[in-house]
């Protein structure tokens, strides 16, 4: 099958179950992203501020851009004018520059914090108690340009599915937890991105309603 195949079929799938797809198009050349946009896709997530930066500048202009690698502090600038989502932040210090560069466009920007769940030191995230200091920390509420949507978490890269399961079930507990304890009023707290091309369809039994696909719909590189 072809991209606009591929786009085809999983829209198709997650449409009917009320799941958000981000094409990961990372190291994906203009053509094959012009080739999912041209099939419907609108939503694009990238790795690398400067390759994302790159393909803003090319690519058309409705395309809504979702930052989902680790982002560095002094990286955000180069972002904040046109980005669309921040899945990544795990930090109140990337948190506040977020919103100091929201402020000087005159934006909001829409963020995830990300969760640690994965048995793997080299990923990135918050753990329970971070995440817990951050929102009951005195600075988070002055921060009026950025608007925490959800949780975002990385499952281990591991063939065990039972694993995986507990983790991203673990995800969900969570958000519901800190829905119900910091975000009950908030509407807008309503997304907990988490599954990819190998675990996909496990994230969206356990509650995912965003998920990032890169090989399932461009093939492997």
């Known amino acids: 099958m ?3 195949d591929q786009i085809n079929a999983i829209q198709e799938e997650l449409s009917r179950l009320g799941v958000k797809l981000i094409a990961v198009s ?5 053509e094959e992203i012009l080739e999912a946009y041209h099939a419907g896709q609108r939503v694009f997530g990238e790795n690398i501020v400067q390759e994302l930066v790159a393909k803003h500048d090319e690519l058309p202009k409705d395309i809504e851009w ?3 690698g680790h982002l560095q502090s002094n990286k955000v600038k180069y972002i904040a ?4 989502m921040i899945h990544s932040v795990d930090s109140l210090k990337l948190l506040k520059e977020i919103d100091k560069h929201g402020k000087k466009h005159e934006r909001i920007i829409d963020c995830l914090l990300q969760i640690h769940i994965a048995s793997e030191d080299t ?3 918050l753990d329970h108690i971070e995440l817990i200091e951050l929102l009951r920390s ?5 921060l009026q340009h950025v608007r925490i949507r959800g949780l975002m978490g990385i499952a281990t890269n591991t063939d065990n599915q039972r694993v995986v399961k507990e983790e991203f079930c673990e995800l969900k507990s969570l958000f519901d937890g800190i829905k119900a304890s910091f975000f009950k009023d908030t509407p807008y707290f309503d997304t907990l991105s988490m599954g990819m091309s190998a675990d996909y369809k496990i994230a969206i039994e356990q509650g995912s309603t965003m998920v990032r696909l890169g090989s399932t719909i461009f093939g492997n590189r």
């Open 123 to 125: 990923k990135f995230g």
């Open 138 to 142: 005195e600075e988070f509420p002055r």
């Open 66 to 68: 979702h930052l989902i």
């Open 26 to 30: 990372k190291t994906r050349s203009v």
């Open 2 to 4: 072809g991209i606009a």
């Open 81 to 84: 004018s046109f980005i669309n």
